[in-house]
């Protein structure tokens, strides 16, 4: 016993040691953005890879808000992500629970068919889906990335949800119908409270997904007012020059909706992949 308290400190240093610097790796990514946002454009490139820079601007998030259509994309994303989360969650939660809770034929099959899409890559079905959205005539408009975004996040967020209607209890439902609850009022007044970390979790997948996607958004989109912010920070690049510290600036500016929107759920976030992660 003494020797395993003589280690314990040891281990105790030695566990926040890793854990800050698992921060420090996952976080300077995030502080190298802040740092050539904030560098004057004529000392990006001459002072290399030093640490701090030796003067501060914030020259380039103002022209970035003012003097660019930066607003218009942020808000064309918020738009796109907002609206797939919500509609995928309420697909998916409606599935998962379908799966969860009743046998039905065919059901195998049609989890068969799920996991199945997701096997393939994205760059072999971009052509079929662009003929698909031209021949709808949604080309050019965020319904059709809304509806893209969704058709292929529903897959995993309807595996997401079960496993958490999985590990609801059916005897509550049960106790609820025998007493006068349908089935609705049973999932509406027990079953939903209970899932809600699950759908926090499922939210915060899918609106990261929606928020960062690039290549059905670059393909869909061509006219600049329905651009979403992904596409839009290649309006920074031109054809013998990019402009890091703009470029730099808006994806600093890309960082707010999603802590904010994380904040808003972080509750629910944890507790969803915690009891995701454990069952029973």
Known sequence: ???????????????????????????FPLYWLLKIAITPDALIFSEGTRLFPSDV????????????????????????????????????????YAFSRFVFKGKRIIIAV??????????????PIYKIVADLGLLN?????????TAFNIPFATFLMQSFFDGIPKDLEDAAMM?????????????????????????????TAAWSELLFALMLISKNDAMTFPVGLLT???????????MMAAGVLALVPSCLFF??????????????????
Not at 1 to 27: E, V, W
Not at 240 to 246: A, E, K, P, R
């Open 1 to 27: 016993m003494s020797a395993i308290r003589r280690r314990h400190p040891a281990l105790t240093a030695g566990k926040y040691a890793a854990l800050a610097f698992y921060l420090l790796f996952a976080l």
């Open 179 to 207: 007493d006068g609850c349908t089935r609705f009022q049973a999932l509406r007044k027990v079953v939903f409270p209970l899932t809600l970390p699950g759908l926090g979790a499922t939210l915060g997948f899918v609106f």
């Open 114 to 127: 799920m996991l199945i899409t997701q096997m393939f890559p994205l760059l072999m079905i971009i052509a």
């Open 236 to 246: 920074f690049v031109s054809k013998f020059s990019v402009d890091w510290g703009q």
């Open 141 to 149: 408009s965020l319904t059709s990335l809304i509806i893209v975004y």
């Open 263 to 280: 904040i808003f759920i972080q509750r629910y976030l944890v507790q969803g992949l915690t009891s995701g992660a454990v069952k029973g």
């Open 57 to 96: 601007t914030f020259t380039n998030f103002s022209t970035v808000i003012f003097q660019t259509d930066f607003l218009a994309y942020f808000g064309n994303s918020l738009i796109v992500s907002l609206g797939t989360a919500f509609l995928t969650t309420m697909f998916a939660a409606g599935a998962g």
